[in-house]
């Protein structure tokens, strides 16, 4: 079940999009506040903008004036809202999004063809290894969408490997989707209670949250570790609350297939220009039929690469790589442009590493200094050596690093109040 557009030229798309925008456009000129607003200040004319390219013309949306604008990006009355969900904010508190009925189909639409875009039918049984609740949007987006694909769904939810495996030796999944470090923690589950995950049924897992692929499209070094062990193919899926959309990979798993009928996508330069083609840049989105809270030339914060040649899935929609990294943790170092995600490739790679936190700060001539603090099972000068070769090798430059023991990383990891693990500690003085 591929939609017809996607199936489209690449001009027919744009057409399209062009004219879900005008209908977008209207609508924010009518109900949001907050659009209302940065139409008026700016001078915008709304029936001045029809194509793609003029959407330069109106300034992008920060994630900041989302948080502090919150209730100013509301489009409907509090009746009309059926889902409350929550996002953690930039500047302390949670931003609120609210979905409509409408909203929810919508929902529900973009997870069944984005299963499907994996490979997913109505003859296949998933396992949700997510929360569903506390005011995620993410599981209840996978529950719809395999209700309206019709393919089964066992929400066993976060954590508890035993439970996991209960339910994958009792019902069966095809697909699991999880956080992919956390198949890890099933493999090993399994190892220890003489499970054979390969005779489990399981055929492929939907992972979210952390990149499975380098930009070559090739297996990072936690994918091949998962794969490694477990004959599974895995698929990536990008997502987020904001833009109420996926972008997921397909059978050729060369980067997550836009859905041109739900969002539109620019990759932006730090002067919020479009970068030249094969460039890392922000992704900025502006959701199509969205009827809560619709977003116009938002920017999501993620670096990323576009990728335009046609698929051999018969999809000719623009295709986003995985994620380099966010554009706040973009680090300067020794002349070199790095985010996170690459040193995280290259810690998984040994495998006496147990746990690690990334720190940046600025030293005192106001340049960024990495540390990585290593709690490691081996605590040798040659494994410190082997570690700095690693990075030079793969990414020209070695950073401070230190071992601590087990706990203390445990305690930064672990900071309170926080909902997850955080893997970098960013000191640097910002603007
Ligand atoms: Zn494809």
New binding site residues.
């Given amino acids: 079940m591929i939609p017809e557009i996607e199936k489209a030229s690449a001009s027919e798309i744009k057409a399209f999009q062009e004219k879900e925008l005008k209908t977008l456009l209207v609508y924010l000129n009518t109900n949001s506040k907050f659009y209302q607003q940065v139409f008026k200040t700016h001078n915008i004319d709304i029936t001045s903008i029809n194509t793609l390219e003029d959407l330069t013309k109106i300034p992008t949306t920060t994630k900041d004036q989302l948080q502090v604008n919150n209730d100013d990006f509301l489009c409907v009355s509090k009746t009309k809202i059926i889902d409350y969900v929550s996002t953690s904010g930039t500047l302390g508190d949670p931003v609120i999004f609210a979905l409509t009925d409408k909203d929810l189909n919508r929902l529900a639409y973009n997870e069944a063809i984005s299963f499907a ?1 994996s490979g997913v039918t109505n003859q296949d049984v998933m396992q949700l290894m997510t929360t569903i609740d506390r005011r995620f949007m993410a599981g209840l987006a996978y529950f719809l969408g395999a209700r309206k694909l019709g393919a089964g769904i066992i929400r066993v939810g976060a954590g508890i490997p035993e439970l996991q495996w209960d339910s994958i030796l009792k019902f069966k999944p095809t697909y699991l989707i999880a956080v992919p470090s956390f198949l890890l923690k099933l493999i090993e589950y399994a190892r220890q209670h003489d499970i054979d995950i390969n005779q489990s049924g399981v055929k492929g897992a939907i992972c979210i949250g952390e990149p499975l692929r380098n930009q070559d499209f090739s297996l990072n070094a936690l994918a091949k570790k998962i794969t490694y062990d477990w004959d599974i193919e895995l698929f990536s899926t990008y997502a987020s609350t904001e833009m109420n959309t996926a972008f997921n ?4 798993q ?1 980067g997550g ?1 836009h859905h041109p009928e739900l969002i539109i996508a620019e990759i932006l330069d730090e002067n919020d220009n479009p970068v030249k083609p094969n460039t890392v840049g922000e992704l900025t989105i502006t959701t199509l039929g969205v009827e809560g809270m619709p977003l116009l030339r938002f920017k999501t914060g993620d670096m990323v690469m576009a990728h335009t040649s046609p ?5 000719n929609t623009m ?1 986003l790589g995985p994620v380099v990294g966010r554009r706040k943790q973009m680090i300067k170092y020794k002349g070199t442009t790095l985010y996170p995600p690459a040193m995280d490739n290259i810690l998984n790679d040994f495998n006496q590493v147990e746990s690690y936190i990334i720190e940046i700060s600025t030293n005192d001539i106001g340049t960024d200094e990495i540390c990585l603090k290593i709690a490691s099972k081996e605590q040798s000068t040659k494994l410190l050596q082997q570690i700095k070769d690693h990075f030079r090798a793969k990414l020209r430059v070695t950073p401070k690093i230190e071992f601590h023991d087990k706990k203390t990383i445990q305690k930064l990891q672990f900071p309170a109040m926080s909902r997850k693990p955080i893997k970098v500690i960013d000191k640097r003085k910002t603007e």
């Fill in positions: 875009c990979e397909c059978e050729a060369q297939h698929c051999s899935c018969g999809r295709r």
